[in-house]
């Protein structure tokens, strides 16, 4: 079969990023514009090869009444004159949804209705239309957002496994000289030549001014993306690593991680692992840029031994003497709450989102000692049913492990430097009338495991 030049690169993109597999069915995301019309035609041709199916999936934003109609009565027609599926949605009140711009908004919109498509239709791939001067605008304008590597690494080929942009080693010159071979019609979108929105400032004013400077921009461009993309999925796989290693504890909404296991990393690790964090507990990392990162890893050689930082989007970074603290807003405190345990296994504490785990193990499995403060293993033998779980309360007292006697819980969060904020979110484990464990503190010295325990109770809070 005869294949356009410009067909042949992106048959060779798509098969060097596997972005589909024979017998998939894929979504192509069209718009009406040059590029998703180019990216439907060619698609099309390259189906058999491919061994593929395809389904046109069209939104309209609701922004520009009479373009959009337009748009929709195109894009419906060259579904139907391919004879190919055609998928349909308006958005309403795009302007009235949060979102930190219209263009996020926008975008937000657009890929909860492509999930839907792909929900829907049974696919398993969607294909976006980006070409590389796309990729070159990306590239610029998160530089000049000041982006780290993610940033400059651009929009990957492939995202997630089933978002696929079989245009991103293609040229927009390339791609009008193929829809006019071709004689391919194509809508123009009004809102592409609005300089109030900074991707546009870049394309109409920016681009051309350094093309006069480098002709093959777009090209390095691209490739730098490729380039940063590599080096920084590498980091990536590392920083994930040990963000695990100093994850001390985590929740939905909040992530805290060992300082001095942070300051033990090299500068790009840092880096990346406090991206992560952030990232988890914010979803995304839109809006973090590298002075945010700087700013939160400056906290870690501060003398001060509490201190905090606010990012964009209610993310709150808290320095708690050796803890890092990354999440959403302030941290609440727990009101009074008590738990009765009547049995082993794992149960809810709604009031602070944690999970407490009781199971037992034999003697030969226990390590001699906890490994994570996380845990506890206990003389099972010596501990009345049921324990109660409850909150810090004033003239708490228990024999801490290794004090030789009574002691004020409130004392031992001094000791250990806890603020006192958090102190109410601390389980208290109780065996009868004895606290047995300050969780992920201390435990109480009579509870703990000797030669003479014949079975151990191993307690972890998750």
Not at 240 to 255: H, I, Q
Not at 403 to 425: A, H, L, M, Y
Not at 434 to 441: E, F, K, T
Request: proline share 5%.
């Amino acid at each position: 079969m005869y294949l356009h030049p410009t067909e042949k690169k992106v048959l060779l993109t798509i098969r060097e990023h596997r972005m589909t597999s024979s017998g998939d069915r894929i979504v192509a995301a069209v718009s009406g514009g040059p590029d998703s019309v180019c990216l439907l035609e060619i698609l099309f041709k390259l189906r058999a090869e491919l061994g593929i199916s395809l389904i046109v999936a069209h939104l309209n934003h609701g922004l520009r009444p009479q373009e959009d109609k337009r748009e929709s009565r195109f894009v419906a027609t060259l579904a139907k004159k391919l004879g190919l599926p055609y998928v349909y949605e308006r958005a309403y009140n795009l302007a009235k949804r949060r979102g930190a711009s219209l263009e996020e908004k926008a975008r937000s919109v657009r890929y909860e209705f492509l999930e839907r498509a792909l929900a829907e239709h049974h696919a398993q791939r969607v294909a976006l239309g980006h070409n590389m001067n796309d990729q070159a605008e990306t590239v610029l304008m998160n530089f000049l957002r000041g982006s780290g590597p993610m940033g400059l690494s651009g929009m990957p080929p492939v995202r997630e496994h089933r978002f696929i942009r079989p245009l991103i080693r293609i040229r927009r010159d390339e791609i009008q000289t193929y829809l006019k071979e071709h004689d391919l019609p194509f809508m123009i979108d009004s809102s592409n030549l609005e300089r109030r929105h900074l991707r546009n400032r870049i394309r109409l004013d920016l681009m051309p001014d350094l093309l006069a400077y480098q002709p093959r921009l777009i090209q390095h461009l691209g490739d730098l993306a490729s380039l940063w993309r590599e080096e920084h999925q590498f980091i990536e796989e590392q920083a994930r690593e040990k963000l695990e290693k100093l994850r001390l504890a985590s929740s939905k909404r909040t992530v805290e991680l060992s300082i001095d296991g942070l300051k033990d990393l090299a500068s790009p690790l840092q880096y990346c692992v406090v991206r992560q964090a952030i990232e988890q507990v914010k979803g995304n990392p839109r809006r973090v840029d590298i002075g945010h990162i700087r700013a939160v890893i400056d906290l870690l050689d501060n003398p001060k031994p509490q201190l905090q930082v606010r990012l964009p989007e209610k993310v709150v970074v808290t320095k708690i003497y050796g803890r890092l603290r990354v999440s959403i807003g302030e941290l609440k405190r727990a009101g009074d709450y008590a738990h009765r345990i009547e049995h082993m296994g794992k149960f809810k504490l709604p009031e602070i989102d944690r999970e407490i785990l009781f199971e037992e193990r034999p003697k030969t499995a226990f390590p001699g000692r906890s490994v994570s403060p996380q845990e506890a293993f206990v003389d099972l033998e010596k501990i009345k049913w049921p324990l109660v779980v409850r909150n810090f309360r004033a003239g708490d007292k228990f024999m801490p492990l290794g004090v030789g006697g009574f002691k004020k819980v409130k004392d031992i969060f001094i000791d250990n430097k806890i603020p006192s904020e958090e102190r109410t979110r601390i389980p208290i484990l109780k065996s009868g009338n004895d606290i047995m464990w300050v969780c992920g503190v201390r435990l109480d010295d009579r509870y703990r495991v000797t030669e003479e325990t014949r079975r151990i109770l191993r307690c972890r809070i998750e």
